[in-house]
DNA sequence: CTGTTTCTGTTGCCTAACCAACAAATCAGA
DNA sequence: TCTGATTTGTTGGTTAGGCAACAGAAACAG
């Protein structure tokens, strides 16, 4: 997972490989495109292709998560950082964000695939709460905590870009809000959760 | 010379290279660039610069071959020509444009180079005038005057990228002139040599 | 001058990428 | 439905690139 690659060549290749990617998706969409297609963009030998995917579905999979990961790179999200306001709050834009311009740019005919993303977006937010969460004392199942805190999150981003019917800062005091009374009775240092909107 | 390279890895290792060497000639210059800043900057290993190029020397001339030949296109040159007046305007056109480029962007330190430069030019531009000649007939020591000729237009090149006193159209009636005036004796049908500046 | 450092060019071994060829699956049209 | 054309995965053998290690040649500081 987190094996730095060293090789050049590897690198080399996985980089064309999302270029090309990338490129065909703005295109033709994920459907129109074949592994031909983005083997023959990045100039690349097709059977080449399979040593570092599985399938052009496996190659999606790691673009979403890896663009999720900028978004929240971009918002200074980290899995050691405590479990707070401020960083909740960062966490509900940046999901806000991710999942606004995964709608916004999604080709029309891919649309099938949003599950997918989904189940990515979730997994990874899970994971970054459940870390947050050893910060805290004295927390009783910390994973069922952070299952649902994480779905919560989720959906709530997932309602908000829908419409965008009130403001991110009032999705994400209303989150906190809900977190915090939650956990109120299973967390003993619980610190502070309530940060107001800029 | 001409073999098409077909395997994509040897196109992209040397794209590589010669992408790092031109970034590193604007930045540092010629002399002060090891081969192993080359390889660090393109991404490739040491080893494999070797694997394609004697030295830095030998990928230096390499691309101002290629710059040189890329100059000559923009003007539409090619060796499967005729030998007329406006194939030879194009050409010394290209050769004042790529010599005055030249002088522009050469890094001072490394002007001990342009000997190299010149010998690659003036053998490149007497290939190319040879070759046209074989649409003349009757034509003796064809050679000697490719030779003569393609000095004649590099020299003048030379001459006039050092103060452009006169405009390159005046450098190219001068030289037509003089090569249709010596000519003239030797070959049974000379095309007409003079076409004016436009 | 001398020891140190950097750069060079070369070697042998290992790994990644290329490629042709194949069978199975999918798709398109008659 | 059948048929031909794509696409998909997979294989084995070949070639290019990575890498560590070496010795010799500059370059350079003390």
Redesign the pocket.
Known sequence: MSTQT?????R???KLLKQAFVELMHEKGFNAM???DIADRA??????F???Y???FALHDQMILEWFQQKLADYTITQDATFCGDNLRNLIYAVCDFVLQMNGGCHGADLQYKPAIEDLMQATIQDIVHSWMTSLDGIEHADIHAASISYAIFGAGMQWSKDQTHSKGTVADTLISLIRDGLKAQVTNLPELVTQSA
């Open positions: 060293l090789d050049p060549r590897v080399r290749t996985r074949t592994v031909q100039d690349i030998n097709r059977t080449t399979y040593d570092h599985e399938d052009k």
